[in-house]
Antibody
């Protein structure tokens, strides 16, 4: 059974750094052709892809957030961490992590439940 | 503004068929068979419904199907049921940045 779960602060202040952790089970990020990505969704709005990291440590970022976002993995702990600097109220959103099929198919096949992060002073 | 263009809303009556379009470019939908579709009910996480344009994951009803022509992909839902009422998002791999694109989402209303 594949499970992903997001954790982190639900309230952060503007200009602070947001750190979110995706803890997963049922697969390993040392398995070729797998990755884990982060996608966010502001209230009432569409999905927005943020970043993805693959089994070989290849990392890709959305160009609109590339200067503020970093993605890393800890394969031994089955975790992927997203760091976003200098947050703003417009970063208020539900943040999802999801498993990515990397080479064949290229899709997100399993998603976490999401975590609502509010940016407010 | 999303990289992929979807209609904001579609509607249909129970039992009918509907189609949701997703338009991109030669760099994404037109260039690769890596289109996927996700269903999202209010307050829930997205769920994969279609991948590689036409493939269905295990457990997804065969009422859901996908197709592609040129730079436009489509999600077809036949035999509409009340439980199909949800938001639907398309996504595609892109050869140029951004690496992964989502559509703006389509709200399906079952009348």
């Amino acid at each position: 059974q594949i499970i992903l779960k997001e954790s982190g602060p639900t309230l952060v202040k503007p200009t602070q750094t947001l750190t979110l952790t995706c803890t997963f089970s049922g697969f390993s990020l040392s398995t070729s052709e797998l990755g884990v990505g982060w996608i966010r969704q502001p209230p009432g709005k569409a999905l927005e892809w943020l970043a993805v990291i693959y089994w070989d440590d290849d990392k890709r970022y959305s160009p609109s957030l590339k200067s503020r976002v970093t993605i890393t993995k800890d394969t031994s702990r089955n975790q992927v961490v997203l760091t976003m600097t200098n947050v703003d109220p417009v970063d208020t959103a539900t943040y999802y992590c999801a498993r990515r099929r990397a080479v064949v198919g290229r899709y997100f096949d399993h998603w976490g439940q999401g975590i609502l992060v509010t940016v407010s002073s | 503004q999303s990289a992929l263009t979807q209609p904001a809303s579609v509607s249909g009556s129970p039992g009918q068929s509907i189609t949701i379009s997703c338009t991109g470019t030669n760099s994404d939908i037109g260039g690769y068979n890596y289109v996927s579709w996700y269903q999202q009910h209010p307050g829930e996480a997205p769920k994969l419904m279609i991948y590689e344009v036409t493939s269905r994951p295990s457990g997804v009803p065969d009422r859901f199907s996908g197709s592609k022509s040129g730079n436009t992909a489509s999600l077809i839902i036949s035999g509409l049921q009340a439980e199909d009422e949800a938001d639907y998002y398309c996504s595609s791999f892109r050869s140029s940045s951004p690496h992964i694109a989502f559509g703006g989402g389509t709200k399906l209303t079952v009348l």
